[in-house]
């Protein structure tokens, strides 16, 4: 069992910063992988997955999705099982419930991830 407690949110100015921060704890083996996700209000009405921001091994290879892109940045500290995610230049768009997830397989969809926080909102305002 893999326990994620996230934390970091709030509410900012467009083109402000956030740096959300996930602690995990539990079986090592199932936090190998980790990721952020995030889900807009109108999403989760709709029933929708949550969307992929960025991902990371334990051995430090990451990936981002496009819409992270130069603006957000996953790290992580292995020695202390945390996740992190720097968020840069925010905009309104980014205004969304943000989770971590872990789990003992690579995948880039909310499917291959059977451990999750709870969230942490960030609100961005124009």
């Known amino acids: 069992q893999v326990q994620l407690v996230e934390s970091g949110g709030g509410s900012v100015q467009v083109g402000g910063s956030l740096r959300l921060s996930c602690v995990a704890s539990?079986?090592?083996?199932?936090?190998?992988?980790m990721g952020w996700f995030r889900q807009t209000p109108l999403a989760a009405r709709a029933g929708a997955a949550r969307?992929?921001?960025?991902?990371?091994?334990?051995?430090?290879?990451?990936w981002n999705v496009n819409t992270a892109q130069g603006r957000f940045i996953i790290s992580r500290d292995a020695a202390k099982n945390v996740l992190y995610l720097q968020m840069n230049d925010l905009l309104p768009e980014d205004t969304a419930m943000y989770y971590c997830?872990?789990?003992?397989?690579?995948?880039?969809?909310?499917?291959?991830?059977?451990?999750w926080g709870q969230g942490t909102q960030v609100t961005v305002s124009s």
């Open positions: 997830a872990a789990g003992d397989s690579w995948s880039l969809a909310e499917k291959g991830y059977p451990y």
């Open positions: 969307a992929g921001i960025a991902f990371i091994r334990r051995n430090g290879d990451k």
């Open positions: 539990g079986d090592a083996d199932s936090t190998n992988y």
